[in-house]
C-alpha cells in the first residue's frame, strides 16, 4: 500500500471536470405535450410519444430550446447558429427508444465560461472555469430495483422530461473547487429560474471526471468517471477519495483503469461497476425525425438583453451600490433569495452594512435552526428592518435586539411591541449610567486597582458588570466612556 | 479490398443472439452487400455536403403546454409484464 | 357490377344514394375475403365484427368507402403487427394521423393488410404470416413490401389501400399486381403513427384502382401535422382538378441511364409503347441524364438500413409485443429480438448497426448521405427541363414466390428505379402500362410505368397519370380468383 503522506500528495495535482444534468422547468416534456410534473402515479405522466411507441414522433418544445439558450448567454457561451439533434444509441431498460435524443457535433451552446469565487483566508478568490458546451437532451425514465426480488420496476413520468447538459472542461484542481463550480453554477440558474436545481429531487445531477498527473506534467493522467453523487458535498468527498485512491496506484506503480466508478456514500469510497465488458458505442448520426433550428443572431441578442442580473454582477452592485465587502457581496449573491432578503430589507431604509451582518449571522441562524428556507422564513424583510433600525437608532442595543428578534419569531409581535413590553430600551442617559457605573466601581476595587495599574483588559470585565446591572439595557459605549473617565479622572 | 465483418461484435451491439448457422450466413450476405455498396468509394464527394433532410425544414416547434394524454391504462394492460402501474423488466444489476 | 368491385368514387356514389350503402359494400368485401384471400393472403387481420360503419352525421368526401390499411399504419386497439413476430399482440393506444383523417372523411377502415416484415422487401415474402400471392398468378409475387395492400386492390379484395414506400414499396408492388400507387412527397403525408423503417424517406400513399381514386385519397390524406416535425406546411390542391387534363405540352424526360441491361425486354417493350402513347397525346419527350442513378441502390442499402437499425432498436419485449420470458436482462434482450426478427429483419439491423459503428460512419453513412446529395442534383437539374420523367417501377415483371429469397442483392435490386425518388424526396406513381405475353407464364402479368415529379407537383402526376389511363385500358383488366 502506497504512503499517502501529504507531502506525496502535494506532488501531485488533480484534474477534474464536471458533467450536470439539469432538468428545466418546462410545464411540458421536451418533445411531446405530457406534464413534468413530480410525484405523479407512476407512468400516469405518458403518451406515445414518451413511451417509444412504434410510429410516434417528436416536436421539440420551443421553451425548452429558450431556457437553453439563456443558460448558454449566462454561461458566456457561443449560441450555435444551427442547432441539430442526434440519436444516442444504446439498450437499457429506462430508454424507450433504444436511443436518446441529444446533441452531437451542433449543441445549443458551446464555449464558454464559469468564473467560480471563493473565500480564501477572508478574502474572495476568483477563477475561470472553461464551459465546453451545453447541450439539450431528452431524460430517461426511471427504474427501481430496491426491495424487489424478482425484478426491475420502471416507470416512464421522468421519460422525455428536457435536460441541458452542462460539460465543463478539465479546468478545477481541488474537490473544493469542484464544489464551488457547482455552487456556482447553481446560483446562475436559480437566478435564471431554468430549474429547481435539486439533487435530491433529481432535477440537477452531476457526474465527475477525475484523473491526476504529477505537477508540471502537461499530459492528461487517465481519467475515470464517477457517479451516483446526491449532494455537492458528496461530490466533494468523492474526488476527494478518488484522488487519494489513483495517488495511491500511481505510487504503487498500478495502472489506473478507465472506467466508470460509483460512489457509496455509507462507504465512503467509490467502486467500479461490474457489466460494462465493452465501451460504448453510441453511434452518434443526425436524428431524422427533427429538422435543425436556426437562431437568429437578433433572437439571441433578445435573450441577451432579457437575463436577469446575475450573481457576479449583483455581487458588483451590492459592493458598490451598498458599499459592501467583496465577502459580504459574494455571501449574499450566492443564494438568490438570499439576496433577494437582503435587498427587500435595505428597501425599509436601513443601513445596507448592518443589514448584511444582521441577515448573514442572526437571519440564517435562525433560518438553519428552524429548518426553514429563506423563502419560506417566517420573518418578512420588513420585521428583520424593524430590528436593525432598533439598533441603528440607538434603542436597543446589538445584544438585547437578538433576544428581541428570537422572540419575534415565537411570537408574532413586531420588534417595537416586544422592546416596549419588554421594557428592553437601551439606557442612555447618562446621570442613570453613571449611578451604575458608581456602583460597580464601589463593588469591585481590586478589578479597578488592576486597571488604574496599567490592565486595560480588565475595564472590559467592568463594562461586563455595568451591563449585568443594566440587564444588558446600558449602551456599552457610553458606560465604556464613563467608566474610563471616572477611573483616569479626567 | 473488401471488408470483413466481426459479426460478434455487431450482433452485440445489436443485441441480437445469433444461432451459430445463423452467424455464418449473415457474415457471407453482409460482406456481399458491402462489397456492393464499395462502389460509392468511386464517387468524388470532397465537395458536397451531406443530405439529412431532403426538405428545407427548419424551426418546427410546440408551445409549452401540458396535455394529458391518458392512455397508460391501455399501454399497461398489454404490457407484457407489469407489476400495478409499472411495467417490469428481469432484475437489473448495478454495482 | 358487384359492390367489391366498385372504385373508390363509385363506392363513395353508392354509399351516398343508399341507406344501406356501407354496409353492403363492407358484406360484399367480406364475402369476397372469405371466398379467396385464403388462396392471396392479402390480408394479416381481418374481422368483419371489428368494422365500424361510419354515423349519419359524418358525410365526409369518403363516407362509407372502405379503407384497407397496411399492417405497419398504427390503428387504436387493432394489433398492429408489422407482419413481425416482434410485434404479436402490440395493440396501439392510438391513432396514426392518416387514420383519423379517414375517419374524419367517413371512411371505414377495414383490414389490415399483408407486408414483408417491417417493410423489407420487394415480394411480401419475408412476413411473419406467409407470403400474399399475385392475384394474377398465385405462384408469383405481388411485389413488396405493401404487398398485401396491392394484391387486394388488384384482387377486388379492397376498394382501395394504404401503403407505404420508402425504397419503392407502394409503387413496384403497384407496378406488379397493375395497380395504380402513389408515394408523395416527402413531408406531404404525416409519418405519425407510421412504424418508423427509414425516417428520412418512409412515406404513406394510396393503392388503388384507379388514378382517380388516388386523388380522392390524396385529397384527404395530404397536409401538415403539428405531431410530425418533418410534415411540410404547404397547401393542398384538389387534386381531383388535375385529372382530366390534356397532357399536351407536358415536357417528359425519359433517363438514359434507366434503359441498361438488366432491364427486361418486356418491360422495356411495354415502356416504349407508353412513350409512344405520350408523344400521341401531346407530351414532348426528351432525354435527360441522371448519372448517378447506378448508385441509388448503395445509397439506399446504407442511409435507409441505418436508420431502420437505429428504429428498430426499440423492439425488446419490455413495453409491448413478443417478449421471451427469463429472469436475465441480458437474455431479455438478446433472445427476443433474435427470436422475434425473421431473417431479413436481422439483415438489415446488422447492417445497419455496422455502417453506424465506430470507425465506419465517415466511410459508409457520412459518403452514403453525400452520395445522396448527388443524386438529388441530378433530378433538380432534370426538372429544369422537363416536368415529369419517366421509367420502368420494376426492371423484371413479378417473380415467382422463393425465386430470389437465397440473393439478398438480387432482391435488393428489384427497386433500382424506386429508390432515387424516396432518396431525393420526390412524389412518384406507378401506373399499369401493359402485361407480359405470357408465353412460359401461366398468364399474362402486370407491368407497370413510373413517373417522377417535382417536390409537391402531385398534381402534375395526376394530370399525366389520368390521361394515359383513360387513352389506355389496363384499368378495366382484373384478375380471375
Given at each position: 500500500m502506497a504512503r499517502e503522506t501529504s507531502e506525496v500528495i502535494t506532488v501531485y495535482e488533480p484534474v477534474i471536470g464536471l458533467e450536470v444534468h439539469v432538468q428545466l422547468?418546462?410545464?411540458?416534456?421536451?418533445?411531446?405535450?405530457?406534464?413534468?410534473?413530480?410525484?405523479?402515479?407512476?407512468?400516469?405522466?405518458?403518451?406515445?410519444?414518451?413511451?417509444?411507441?412504434?410510429?410516434?414522433?417528436?416536436?421539440?418544445?420551443?421553451?425548452?430550446?429558450?431556457?437553453?439558450?439563456?443558460?448558454?448567454?449566462?454561461?458566456?457561451?457561443?449560441?450555435?447558429?444551427?442547432?441539430?439533434?442526434?440519436?444516442?444509441?444504446?439498450?437499457?431498460?429506462?430508454?424507450?427508444?433504444?436511443?436518446?435524443?441529444?446533441?452531437?457535433?451542433?449543441?445549443?451552446?458551446?464555449?464558454?465560461?464559469?468564473?467560480?469565487?471563493?473565500?480564501?483566508?477572508?478574502?474572495?478568490?476568483?477563477?475561470?472555469?472553461?464551459?465546453?458546451?451545453?447541450?439539450?437532451?431528452?431524460?430517461?425514465?426511471?427504474?427501481?430495483?430496491?426491495?424487489?426480488?424478482?425484478?426491475?420496476?420502471?416507470?416512464?413520468?421522468?421519460?422525455?422530461?428536457?435536460?441541458?447538459?452542462?460539460?465543463?472542461?478539465?479546468?478545477?484542481?481541488?474537490?473544493?473547487?469542484?464544489?464551488?463550480?457547482?455552487?456556482?453554477?447553481?446560483?446562475?440558474?436559480?437566478?435564471?429560474?431554468?430549474?429547481?436545481?435539486?439533487?435530491?429531487?433529481?432535477?440537477?445531477?452531476?457526474?465527475?471526471?477525475?484523473?491526476?498527473?504529477?505537477?508540471?506534467?502537461?499530459?492528461?493522467?487517465?481519467?475515470?468517471?464517477?457517479?451516483?453523487?446526491?449532494?455537492?458535498?458528496?461530490?466533494?468527498?468523492?474526488?476527494?477519495?478518488?484522488?487519494?485512491?489513483?495517488?495511491?496506484?500511481?505510487?504503487?506503480?498500478?495502472?489506473?483503469?478507465?472506467?466508470?466508478?460509483?460512489?457509496?456514500?455509507?462507504?465512503?469510497?467509490?467502486?467500479?461497476?461490474?457489466?460494462?465488458?465493452?465501451?460504448?458505442?453510441?453511434?452518434?448520426?443526425?436524428?431524422?425525425?427533427?429538422?435543425?433550428?436556426?437562431?437568429?443572431?437578433?433572437?439571441?441578442?433578445?435573450?441577451?438583453?432579457?437575463?436577469?442580473?446575475?450573481?457576479?454582477?449583483?455581487?458588483?452592485?451590492?459592493?458598490?451600490?451598498?458599499?459592501?465587502?467583496?465577502?459580504?457581496?459574494?455571501?449574499?449573491?450566492?443564494?438568490?433569495?438570499?439576496?433577494?432578503?437582503?435587498?427587500?430589507?435595505?428597501?425599509?431604509?436601513?443601513?445596507?452594512?448592518?443589514?448584511?451582518?444582521?441577515?448573514?449571522?442572526?437571519?440564517?441562524?435562525?433560518?438553519?435552526?428552524?429548518?426553514?428556507?429563506?423563502?419560506?422564513?417566517?420573518?418578512?424583510?420588513?420585521?428583520?428592518?424593524?430590528?436593525?433600525?432598533?439598533?441603528?437608532?440607538?434603542?436597543?442595543?446589538?445584544?438585547?435586539?437578538?433576544?428581541?428578534?428570537?422572540?419575534?419569531?415565537?411570537?408574532?409581535?413586531?420588534?417595537?411591541?416586544?422592546?416596549?413590553?419588554?421594557?428592553?430600551?437601551?439606557?442612555?442617559?447618562?446621570?442613570?449610567?453613571?449611578?451604575?457605573?458608581?456602583?460597580?466601581?464601589?463593588?469591585?476595587?481590586?478589578?479597578?486597582?488592576?486597571?488604574?495599574?496599567?490592565?486595560?483588559?480588565?475595564?472590559?470585565?467592568?463594562?461586563?458588570?455595568?451591563?449585568?446591572?443594566?440587564?444588558?439595557?446600558?449602551?456599552?459605549?457610553?458606560?465604556?466612556?464613563?467608566?474610563?473617565?471616572?477611573?483616569?479622572?479626567? | 479490398m473488401s471488408q470483413k465483418i466481426n459479426i460478434e461484435q455487431i450482433a452485440e451491439l445489436a443485441r441480437l443472439n445469433l444461432k451459430p448457422e445463423e452467424r455464418v450466413k449473415l457474415t457471407k450476405d453482409l460482406e456481399a452487400i458491402l462489397a456492393y455498396v464499395d462502389q460509392l468509394r468511386e464517387v468524388d464527394t470532397k465537395k458536397i455536403e451531406p443530405t439529412s433532410h431532403v426538405l428545407p425544414l427548419q424551426n418546427v416547434f410546440r408551445k409549452d403546454f401540458a396535455v394529458p394524454t391518458r392512455i397508460s391504462d391501455a399501454v399497461l394492460s398489454h404490457a407484457p409484464k407489469r407489476e400495478g402501474k409499472f411495467f417490469k423488466v428481469p432484475k437489473v444489476i448495478e454495482a | 357490377m358487384e359492390p367489391y368491385q366498385f372504385s373508390v368514387k363509385q363506392a363513395k356514389e353508392f354509399s351516398a344514394k343508399n341507406q344501406n350503402g356501407p354496409s353492403e359494400l363492407t358484406q360484399s368485401l367480406a364475402k369476397r375475403i372469405q371466398n379467396f384471400d385464403s388462396k392471396v393472403k392479402a390480408y394479416?387481420?381481418?374481422?368483419?365484427?371489428?368494422?365500424?360503419?361510419?354515423?349519419?352525421?359524418?358525410?365526409?368526401?369518403?363516407?362509407?368507402?372502405?379503407?384497407?390499411?397496411?399492417?405497419?399504419?398504427?390503428?387504436?386497439?387493432?394489433?398492429?403487427?408489422?407482419?413481425?413476430?416482434?410485434?404479436?399482440?402490440?395493440?396501439?393506444?392510438?391513432?396514426?394521423?392518416?387514420?383519423?383523417?379517414?375517419?374524419?372523411?367517413?371512411?371505414?377502415?377495414?383490414?389490415?393488410?399483408?407486408?414483408?416484415?417491417?417493410?423489407?422487401?420487394?415480394?411480401?415474402?419475408?412476413?411473419?404470416?406467409?407470403?400474399?400471392?399475385?392475384?394474377?398468378?398465385?405462384?408469383?409475387?405481388?411485389?413488396?413490401?405493401?404487398?398485401?395492400?396491392?394484391?387486394?386492390?388488384?384482387?377486388?379484395l379492397a376498394i382501395a389501400a394504404l401503403g407505404t414506400d420508402t425504397g419503392g414499396s407502394i409503387r413496384q408492388p403497384a407496378s406488379f399486381c397493375g395497380v395504380v400507387g402513389l408515394k408523395p412527397t416527402y413531408g406531404r403525408v404525416s409519418r405519425y403513427g407510421l412504424v418508423a423503417f427509414g425516417s428520412s424517406l418512409d412515406q404513406i400513399g394510396p393503392i388503388t384502382k384507379t388514378v382517380e381514386d388516388a386523388a380522392i385519397l390524396m385529397n384527404v390524406l395530404a397536409g401538415h401535422d403539428s405531431q410530425d416535425s418533418t410534415s411540410a406546411d404547404v397547401p393542398v390542391p384538389d387534386y381531383t382538378s388535375f385529372l382530366g387534363k390534356s397532357m399536351k405540352g407536358l415536357k417528359v424526360g425519359i433517363p438514359k441511364e434507366y434503359f441498361v441491361k438488366g432491364l427486361d425486354p418486356e418491360v422495356n417493350q411495354a415502356i416504349q409503347k407508353t412513350i409512344g402513347v405520350f408523344k400521341d397525346l401531346g407530351a414532348g419527350c426528351v432525354e435527360v441524364n441522371l448519372p448517378n442513378t447506378k448508385y441509388a441502390v448503395a445509397v439506399y442499402y446504407i442511409v435507409a438500413v441505418a436508420e431502420a437499425s437505429s428504429n428498430l432498436g426499440r423492439f425488446d419485449g419490455v413495453q409491448y409485443g413478443f417478449r421471451h420470458e427469463t429472469s436475465s436482462l441480458r437474455d431479455l434482450y438478446f433472445e427476443t429480438r433474435d427470436q422475434g426478427f425473421g431473417a431479413e429483419a436481422k439483415r438489415r439491423i446488422l447492417l445497419g448497426t455496422f455502417v453506424l459503428s465506430a470507425g465506419y460512419y465517415d466511410a459508409y453513412y457520412l459518403k452514403g448521405l453525400k452520395v445522396r446529395t448527388l443524386i438529388k442534383q441530378d433530378f433538380d437539374r432534370a426538372f429544369e427541363r422537363v416536368d415529369v420523367i419517366l421509367g420502368p417501377t420494376s426492371p423484371t415483371p413479378p417473380f415467382k414466390v422463393g425465386e430470389k429469397m437465397n440473393d439478398p442483392l438480387a432482391m435488393y435490386l428489384s427497386d433500382i428505379y424506386t429508390i432515387s425518388a424516396n432518396l431525393a424526396g420526390l412524389p412518384a406513381i406507378n401506373i399499369p402500362c401493359g402485361f407480359t405475353e405470357g408465353a412460359g407464364h401461366a398468364s399474362p402479368l402486370p407491368i407497370g410505368v413510373q413517373l417522377v415529379a417535382k417536390p409537391f407537383e402531385e398534381g402534375t402526376l395526376f394530370r399525366a397519370a389520368s390521361a394515359y389511363e383513360q387513352a389506355t385500358q389496363w384499368h378495366e383488366k382484373h384478375p380471375k380468383l
Open positions: 422547468k418546462t410545464k411540458s416534456k421536451i418533445f411531446c405535450a405530457c406534464s413534468t410534473e413530480f410525484g405523479r402515479e407512476p407512468n400516469e405522466n405518458t403518451c406515445p410519444v414518451c413511451l417509444g411507441l412504434p410510429g410516434s414522433l417528436p416536436v421539440l418544445n420551443e421553451r425548452a430550446l429558450e431556457l437553453a439558450i439563456r443558460v448558454g448567454l449566462a454561461l458566456n457561451c457561443e449560441v450555435s447558429p444551427v442547432i441539430k439533434f442526434d440519436r444516442k444509441n444504446y439498450f437499457y431498460p429506462d430508454l424507450p427508444k433504444a436511443y436518446q435524443i441529444s446533441q452531437y457535433d451542433k449543441p445549443v451552446s458551446s464555449k464558454g465560461y464559469l468564473t467560480i469565487e471563493f473565500k480564501q483566508d477572508g478574502k474572495v478568490m476568483k477563477k475561470k472555469i472553461g464551459i465546453t458546451r451545453a447541450h439539450l437532451e431528452e431524460d430517461a425514465g426511471k427504474l427501481l430495483h430496491e426491495g424487489i426480488r424478482d425484478g426491475s420496476w420502471v416507470d416512464y413520468n421522468r421519460a422525455g422530461v428536457p435536460l441541458l447538459e452542462i460539460v465543463s472542461e478539465p479546468d478545477l484542481r481541488s474537490p473544493e473547487e469542484a464544489f464551488q463550480y457547482l455552487t456556482s453554477l447553481k446560483a446562475i440558474l436559480q437566478y435564471l429560474d431554468v430549474s429547481d436545481c435539486n439533487m435530491e429531487e433529481g432535477s440537477l445531477r452531476c457526474d465527475a471526471n477525475v484523473s491526476v498527473r504529477k505537477k508540471g506534467e502537461t499530459e492528461f493522467g487517465t481519467k475515470v468517471e464517477i457517479k451516483n453523487m446526491n449532494s455537492f458535498r458528496a461530490v466533494q468527498k468523492a474526488i476527494t477519495y478518488e484522488i487519494k485512491r489513483q495517488i495511491g496506484q500511481n505510487e504503487s506503480g498500478e495502472r489506473i483503469v478507465q472506467e466508470t466508478r460509483l460512489w457509496n456514500e455509507s462507504k465512503g469510497e467509490t467502486s467500479s461497476m461490474r457489466s460494462k465488458e465493452q465501451a460504448h458505442d453510441y453511434r452518434y448520426f443526425p436524428e431524422p425525425d427533427l429538422v435543425p433550428f436556426s437562431v437568429a443572431k437578433e433572437q439571441v441578442e433578445k435573450f441577451r438583453k432579457s437575463l436577469p442580473e446575475l450573481p457576479q454582477v449583483r455581487a458588483e452592485r451590492f459592493r458598490s451600490q451598498y458599499g459592501l465587502s467583496e465577502y459580504d457581496a459574494y455571501t449574499l449573491v450566492s443564494d438568490k433569495a438570499l439576496g433577494d432578503y437582503f435587498e427587500a430589507c435595505v428597501k425599509e431604509n436601513v443601513s445596507p452594512k448592518l443589514a448584511s451582518n444582521w441577515i448573514q449571522t442572526e437571519t440564517l441562524a435562525l433560518v438553519n435552526s428552524s429548518g426553514s428556507t429563506i423563502q419560506n422564513f417566517k420573518l418578512s424583510p420588513a420585521a428583520t428592518a424593524g430590528t436593525i433600525r432598533l439598533i441603528e437608532n440607538g434603542t436597543i442595543s446589538g445584544k438585547i435586539a437578538k433576544e428581541v428578534y428570537s422572540i419575534m419569531f415565537e411570537t408574532k409581535k413586531s420588534a417595537e411591541e416586544i422592546v416596549k413590553e419588554k421594557d428592553l430600551v437601551q439606557v442612555t442617559d447618562t446621570v442613570s449610567l453613571e449611578a451604575s457605573v458608581q456602583k460597580v466601581i464601589q463593588a469591585n476595587p481590586k478589578v479597578v486597582a488592576d486597571f488604574k495599574s496599567g490592565k486595560d483588559s480588565a475595564l472590559g470585565f467592568l463594562v461586563g458588570q455595568v451591563m449585568k446591572e443594566t440587564k444588558g439595557r446600558a449602551n456599552p459605549a457610553l458606560v465604556n466612556g464613563i467608566l474610563r473617565k471616572k477611573l483616569t479622572g479626567g | - | 394479416v387481420h381481418f374481422d368483419p365484427t371489428r368494422v365500424l360503419l361510419p354515423k349519419d352525421g359524418k358525410k365526409g368526401p369518403l363516407y362509407g368507402v372502405p379503407i384497407s390499411v397496411k399492417d405497419n399504419i398504427v390503428i387504436e386497439s387493432w394489433e398492429t403487427t408489422c407482419a413481425s413476430k416482434i410485434l404479436t399482440g402490440f395493440i396501439p393506444p392510438y391513432d396514426a394521423t392518416v387514420i383519423r383523417k379517414l375517419r374524419e372523411a367517413g371512411a371505414v377502415i377495414f383490414g389490415k393488410c399483408n407486408m414483408d416484415e417491417f417493410a423489407f422487401g420487394s415480394s411480401c415474402e419475408t412476413s411473419f404470416f406467409g407470403p400474399t400471392r399475385n392475384p394474377w398468378n398465385l405462384d408469383y409475387v405481388p411485389g413488396g413490401s405493401s404487398g398485401g395492400s396491392a394484391a387486394a386492390v388488384a384482387g377486388d
